[in-house]
């Protein structure tokens, strides 16, 4: 008999960075200490980081190797050359402006097309673009599939815009929509996937109205993976095509290179028309720099260049996404509620199943980050009723429809052996939920109040 090898990590490790332990009395004080807050941890305190996985990519030698070509020219660097030829051969786009990070991107771009009382619509928009979009006096718009908010819902692509409400949308406020965004893979509801079809039908609709279309290409590449294993036509397709072909129906995009650009800082707008560029790059340096820098050290645009291309290996690929759905198998398994299919970045805990004897206004997500934290050492980030803030018109919690705690696994960072020790956390936690607590406000801040929020626990 021949045995199937398993898969392991394509790559082997160079360079480690110690992590702390710490006892379960030390986290239960020093998370108090914080008002029960996960953001006002020290880095050192925590034993498995899965509050992002912005900026918190393990580089490749190859990455590294071309901090050490930076020219940090500034102007003409021919590392933003190198950028500008990646972007071009892996999306398509014939301009770049850089960036210090992707919600600078979201600026330029909506400082140029959007104006006071218009509309975005999207298919969810994530925290900083719907920031950007309120902050220039615009409404954004949320449009995706139904069965976005179900967190049983098998559908594969949870991501998906629902194309009759985009169109009718349009058809109702023609007028006030400068744009169409599309935010791939959908952060705000489990990083679910888009379809390359959907991709197609909201490019048609905005197409028909005469506006452009603009992706959010954060997690392009984890994306375009899932369109390889479950679109019908394409798994013979490399994801290099799959890539292209996303992008061709787009006007530009967005892009936060922290994420799949494989790098610690850094993002960019990229763009097909060049009157757009000369606008925006013009802002870019108000805002970011000289357009052939925009607050990047050629080192790091010789890093999002390398990155763009290793990104889109399939070996990695599978790798990656095989490793967040490794960890979902094993939730699963301990009967630990999460949001399915899982998604490409993280697996998100559904908070509502898993205490259902707290109310959202006692923050039972954030409750959970709380007792895992305690529990493992591992820290995940509330995607819930906090981090939703308040509604303008009532003053009212802007209560999200899915109350999760995301356990956002950093690229080529963590073993399947730290992935085993978050699921056994979570499966303890799980097993004596009904003794956690909900929280309530001691201190919220007016805008971003997830960040600096203190809470103490209703029993005490
Ligand atoms: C995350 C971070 C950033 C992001 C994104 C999408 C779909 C744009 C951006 C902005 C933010 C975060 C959230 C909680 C804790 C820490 C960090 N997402 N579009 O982790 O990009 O950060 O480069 O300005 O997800 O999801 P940038």
Redesign the pocket.
């Known amino acids: 008999m021949t045995r199937t090898l398993p898969q392991a990590e394509p790559f082997r490790i160079k360079v480690v960075e110690p992590v702390t332990m710490t006892t379960r009395e030390e986290r239960a004080r020093k998370i108090e200490a914080t008002g029960y807050n996960l953001?006002g941890l020290k880095s050192t305190d925590v034993y498995i980081d899965l509050?992002?996985?912005?900026?918190t990519s393990a580089m490749s030698d190859n990455q590294w190797a071309g901090i050490m070509l930076g020219d940090e020219a500034y102007a003409g660097s021919k590392n933003y050359y190198n950028l500008l030829s990646s972007v071009e051969d892996v999306f398509g786009f014939p301009y770049v402006v850089p960036t210090h990070?992707?919600?600078?991107a979201?600026n330029l771009l909506l400082y140029t097309l959007l104006r006071a009382g218009n509309f975005v619509p999207n298919n969810m928009h994530?925290?900083?673009?719907k920031a950007h979009v309120l902050h220039k006096g615009g409404v954004p718009v949320d449009l995706v599939r139904q069965e976005a908010f179900d967190p049983t819902s098998p559908y594969p692509f949870k991501g998906d815009m629902d194309l009759d409400r985009l169109e009718s949308f349009l058809a109702e406020h023609n007028a006030k929509v400068p744009l169409v965004m599309l935010?791939i893979t959908?952060?705000?509801g489990g990083g679910q996937p888009v379809s390359m079809s959907n991709i197609r039908g909201v490019s048609a609709i905005a197409k028909k109205f005469n506006k452009p279309f603009f992706i959010?290409a954060?997690?392009f590449a984890e994306n375009a993976y899932f369109i390889k294993q479950r679109e019908a036509g394409y798994s013979e397709k490399t994801v290099a095509d799959i890539v292209r072909e996303m992008f061709s129906y787009a006007d530009g995009c967005?892009m936060?290179?922290?994420?799949d650009a494989l790098v610690n800082i850094?993002?960019f707008l990229a763009l097909n028309d060049a009157a757009l560029y000369q606008q925006t790059s013009g802002l870019a340096v108000l805002f970011e720099g000289f357009p052939t820098y925009g607050g990047l050290a050629g080192r790091d645009m010789e890093a999002i260049a390398r990155g763009l291309r290793e990104v889109i290996d399939e070996d990695y690929l599978a790798y990656r996404v095989g490793q967040v759905k490794y960890l979902g198998d094993l939730l699963l398994k301990y009967g630990v509620p999460i949001i399915e299919p899982v998604g490409g970045?993280a697996v998100y805990l559904d908070a509502r199943r898993f205490l259902p004897h707290l109310p959202q206004d006692q923050f039972p997500a954030q409750a959970l980050g709380v007792e895992l934290y305690i529990e493992g050492g591992v820290r995940g980030?509330e995607?819930g009723t906090c981090?939703a803030g308040r509604n303008p018109a009532t003053n009212d919690h802007d209560y999200p429809k899915l109350e999760m705690l995301?356990l956002?696994i950093p690229r080529r960072v963590y073993t399947d052996r730290h992935m085993d020790v978050i699921a056994v956390a979570c499966a303890n936690v799980w097993d004596r939920r009904s003794g956690i607590a909900g929280l309530e406000f001691t201190y919220e801040a007016p805008i971003l109040r997830?960040f600096t929020a203190k809470f103490k626990r209703i029993d005490e």
Do not use: P, Y
Request: hydrophobic share 20%; aromatic share 6%; charged share 25%.
């Open positions: 953001f509050l992002t996985d912005s900026g990070q992707g919600r600078a979201e994530f925290d900083t673009t935010t959908c952060n705000s959010d954060c997690r967005t936060s290179a922290k994420k850094g993002g970045h980030v995607i981090l995301r956002t997830h």
